[in-house]
């Protein structure tokens, strides 16, 4: 594999925004959605995707049958992306509006996990906390249909990058920052008449 260009190494505009492993790992344990990027023949390929930080590994996972995946379990080279939006910076000219944000690049080559019952139940308690506990355990025939790899997160193999404030100019027109969060409203039951204490844990 060729050396990675210099460029991948660090900020080139406004560096004073880079942040360190805690706002990598922040990002990471916020954002539900990532993109998965690598190159074949040439050309860019990017799936859109849940994951799980779990310790220094980002896992993901997919149908045995996602074309993606198998190609990266193959050993492509890599980047994951996640981004947060935090609020939109509104000014009194076109030029200074702007967007607060937190935002993480991590490269590297995907491997397999040692053990893929624990990843899946790791990616699952993720995204719904505490969910693992009130199912049933993942089945042999489940876990031979799923790729679950890692992607260790290495020194030097990420970026982290953030904006927050306003807008940063002197004017006597109005300027400010419109808040963004993300929130959960009222489960709503297809089939069952309880619904799980983990999924109403969401929506409080």
Do not use: Q
Not at 17 to 28: F, H, K, P, T
Not at 55 to 65: A, E, K, N, Y
Not at 123 to 139: F, K, Q, V
Request: hydrophobic letters at 45%.
């Amino acid at each position: 594999m060729n050396a990675e260009p210099s460029a991948l190494h660090s900020l080139t505009r406004y560096p004073g925004r880079g942040g360190d492993r805690a706002l990598l790992d922040e990002v990471l344990d916020e954002a539900l959605v990532a993109t998965l990027s690598t190159v074949v023949d040439g050309w860019p390929w990017s799936v859109p995707l849940v994951f799980a930080r779990v310790g220094d590994d980002v896992i993901v996972h997919g149908s045995t049958g996602a074309g993606m995946l198998r190609h990266v379990a193959a050993g492509a080279a890599v980047t994951l992306t996640a981004f947060t939006v935090d609020g939109l910076v509104v000014s009194d000219t076109l030029f200074d509006h702007s967007v607060n944000y937190r935002a993480v690049v991590v490269r590297g080559v995907l491997e397999t996990v040692d053990d893929p019952t624990a990843a899946l139940t790791a990616l699952t308690d993720r995204i719904i906390p505490g969910r693992s506990a009130e199912t049933a355990p993942i089945t042999k025939k489940e876990v031979a249909a799923t790729i679950a790899l890692r992607l260790p997160i290495v020194d030097g193999k990420w970026i982290a990058k953030s904006r927050s404030g306003g807008a940063g100019v002197e004017t006597d027109g109005w300027t400010g920052v419109v808040p963004m969060r993300t929130v959960y409203d009222e489960p709503i039951t297809d089939t069952g008449t309880v619904i799980p204490e983990s999924v109403r844990h969401l929506a409080r």
